[in-house]
């Protein structure tokens, strides 16, 4: 017995238009993935640019606090002569100068006024200066 099986056309087209339909989907779905993807490595890029300014920004104000120290501490030696100057130091939030016994304190004193903690010892006279006070006064000026 022979059987004979009919093949359509309708079939061969429905075969070739779902599979066009099939390749059409992972097309689109390769097309969205790539362009979320790309979105989110711009946002990554942005959010380590403005992390990199940001810290750019935190080191230059870093620099900028200690030169003005620094240069403070240079005008309060100035100020009591260098010659009668032992040792300067920053110890935690203060700058302490200790000088010789017989130093005059009188310009230093214009400058600082009751900002300057003064200890005079057997051997030496401590002065103390908070760094707060020398930070809002230079941003005053500023």
Do not use: P
């Not at 061969?12 to 790309?38: E, N, R």
């Not at 501490?73 to 100068?97: R, S, W």
């Not at 000088?99 to 057997?122: I, P, Q, S």
């Amino acid at each position: 017995m022979i059987v004979a099986v009919k093949r359509n056309k309708k079939q061969k087209i429905i075969k070739i238009v779902s599979l066009l339909i099939l390749i059409c989907m992972f097309g689109g779905y390769y097309y969205y993935t790539s362009k979320t993807f790309a979105e989110q490595q711009q946002k990554e890029l942005e959010a380590k640019q403005a992390l990199k300014i940001e810290e750019d920004k935190q080191e230059n104000n870093k620099k900028e606090i200690e030169k003005a120290i620094l240069v403070e501490i240079e005008k309060a030696v100035d100020l009591v002569g260098q010659e009668n100057i032992k040792h300067v130091k920053i110890i935690e939030n203060k700058v302490v100068i200790v000088c010789e016994l017989n130093t005059n304190l009188d310009a230093l004193m214009v400058r600082y006024g009751v900002m300057a903690f003064v200890k005079k010892t057997l051997n030496e006279i401590i002065i103390a200066v908070d760094i707060d006070f020398i930070l809002k006064s230079k941003l005053n000026a500023k």
